[in-house]
Structure formats: structure tokens, C-alpha cells
């Protein structure tokens, strides 16, 4: 068999292993397969369920606050004290009720997350320029500048 | 995850302690992971339609990641195995700073998988305290370049 054969076999089981990994991922992992902004459509399919959610501090209410989560909101049953998040977002820790609101357990302030964003996106730009400096995109391939 | 300005210095770190002449390889290799999960984050400017993440978080396995660097590394005219082991040498250290990540519940890194689904953590700093990470790493960066020199 020659090098060049070997290598495309080699290259479709890597593409085939990659997409079975993937699906084998999402099945194992997706679960429950429940995507936290569907709660607001569908608060009886979670009721029960405990997960992390990370969002907006949106305001006090008199059971808690409200979050703000993919811009729509859900109230927060929480008895502990929130002070809302500096430039940031709230992460909770809770158990999602069918009446529609999330019962915190634990909640954190992400201080200055939009900052971290902010200079996250600039760092992705100086690794785009960094990259663009060392190699130079042609109809072989990536190749070195 | 930290931010990536910490991911990249800790890369930046990693190529010059291995002397890599493409730096901006490991770099990339350094943030790859957290592209694709990331783009939840476009919810704070616009509504999503409600889909499950979880296709998304695939990226940010080792064990998948290391199968799509290989087919990554395929687009470069340059040796194969350089850019995979690159790219992987960024990836291995976003993994392993995420994994000093503090979580509420069941969160961390699958380092294993596929072998196990178990999720590591150290349960060290809360994502918005990575600068306690980003400094001393930076100071060790920028010690062994004037050391170099």
C-alpha cells in the first residue's frame, strides 16, 4: 500500500471518529436535554432539576431577584443576601420549580465579567494579528510567511 | 474558563519554555477550545433560539479537541506533527488552568474522556479571580525572556 493511500485512509478514520466522538458526546453528555432558556416555555418539564445558570442581575423581587437569561427573565427564589454584580453577571446554583421560578441555593457575583470579555475579544485580535504575521493563507494551504 | 488573556500568557509561557517557533499556533491552541462554547455568550446582546449547548461544549473535550487539531493540522504546508503537537501544547494548558476553576454543582474539565465522564477540578478561583493566576504567570513569563536575552 502507498504512503499517499494510507494517509487518506488514515485522515477519513480520524474525520469518522471525530463525528462519532461528537454524537457520542452529546448523547452521553445532553443530559437532561433540556436547554435552560426553554424553561420559561416550559417550566413543568424542569421541575425538579438542579444546574448552574449564569445571567443578568435583573433586579430585586420579594422572593429574591430576577434573572435576566437570554433576554428573558425568571424570578429567583433566594433568602440569603444578593448584592448585584459590578459590571458583571450573577452565577446561581438551583432547583428549577414548575410553577416557573429557580430556587437559588448558592449564588456568586461575576464582578467585571463584561470587562473580562472585553479584553478577552482584545487578546483574540492580538492572537489574529500574531497569526497573520507568521504564516499567510494560499490555495496549497496555511504556509509560513 | 479564565479569560484569555491569562490562557494566552500561560501560552506564551509554554513557547518559550519549549522554544516554539510558531508561537501564534500554541496561542491559538491556547483559546480554540472556548470558541464554540462561547457563543452562548452572543445572548447577552441577542436572544437565542433555544437549542442544548451541549454540541457546542464538545469542543472543549481533550480527547475531541486532540481529534480536530489532527484534522486542523492537514490545512498547514508546514510538518505535520509540529502544528498537532502545537496546538495541543495550548490546548493541554487551557484545559489544565481550567481545571483550577471553581464551580457551583457538578462543573470541570472532562480530561478523560472518553474513558470517563468524570469532570476534574481543583476548585481553586471563581472565573473573575484569574488575575491571581494572570500575574504570577506573566511575572514568570517576562523573567525567562529577559533571561533568554
Known amino acids: 500500500m502507498n504512503l499517499k493511500l494510507l494517509r487518506r485512509i488514515s485522515y477519513i478514520l480520524i474525520i469518522l471518529l471525530l463525528m462519532f466522538s461528537w454524537g457520542h458526546y452529546y448523547i452521553t453528555m445532553a443530559e437532561p436535554v433540556l436547554p435552560t432558556s426553554g424553561f420559561i416555555e416550559n417550566p413543568q418539564l424542569y421541575d425538579g432539576l438542579t444546574r448552574t445558570v449564569l445571567g443578568i442581575y435583573a433586579g430585586p423581587s420579594p422572593e429574591g431577584f430576577v434573572l435576566q437569561y437570554n433576554q428573558r427573565l425568571i424570578p429567583v427564589q433566594y433568602h440569603g443576601k444578593v448584592i448585584p454584580p459590578r459590571y458583571g453577571q450573577i452565577l446561581i446554583y438551583g432547583t428549577f420549580h414548575q410553577e416557573g421560578y429557580i430556587e437559588a441555593q448558592q449564588v456568586h457575583n461575576y464582578n467585571y465579567n463584561y470587562l473580562i470579555y472585553f479584553i478577552s475579544f482584545l487578546t483574540f485580535l492580538f492572537v489574529l494579528a500574531l497569526f497573520a504575521s507568521e504564516w499567510k493563507i494560499t490555495k496549497r494551504g496555511i504556509e509560513s510567511a | ?149
Open chain 2, 1 to 149: 474558563m479564565p479569560d484569555w488573556l491569562t490562557h494566552v500568557v500561560i501560552g506564551l509561557l509554554l513557547t518559550e519554555l519549549f522554544s516554539v517557533k510558531k508561537k501564534s499556533v500554541v496561542l491559538l491552541g491556547a483559546i480554540l477550545p472556548d470558541i464554540l462554547p462561547k457563543i452562548i455568550l452572543l445572548q447577552l446582546l441577542v436572544p437565542l433560539p433555544i437549542f442544548n449547548n451541549k454540541v457546542l461544549e464538545a469542543a472543549h473535550v481533550p480527547f475531541i479537541f486532540f481529534l480536530g487539531s489532527m484534522i486542523a493540522a492537514t490545512l498547514f504546508r508546514y510538518r505535520y506533527w509540529k502544528i498537532v503537537w502545537w496546538l495541543n501544547l495550548g490546548a493541554l494548558s487551557h484545559f489544565l488552568s481550567d481545571a483550577l476553576l471553581r464551580h457551583f454543582g457538578e462543573g470541570g474539565v472532562q480530561l478523560l474522556y472518553p474513558l470517563t465522564s468524570q469532570k476534574y477540578t481543583l476548585n481553586l478561583l471563581w472565573q473573575d479571580q484569574t488575575y491571581l493566576l494572570l500575574v504570577p504567570v506573566l511575572l514568570l513569563y517576562l523573567l525567562i525572556r529577559k533571561y533568554k536575552k
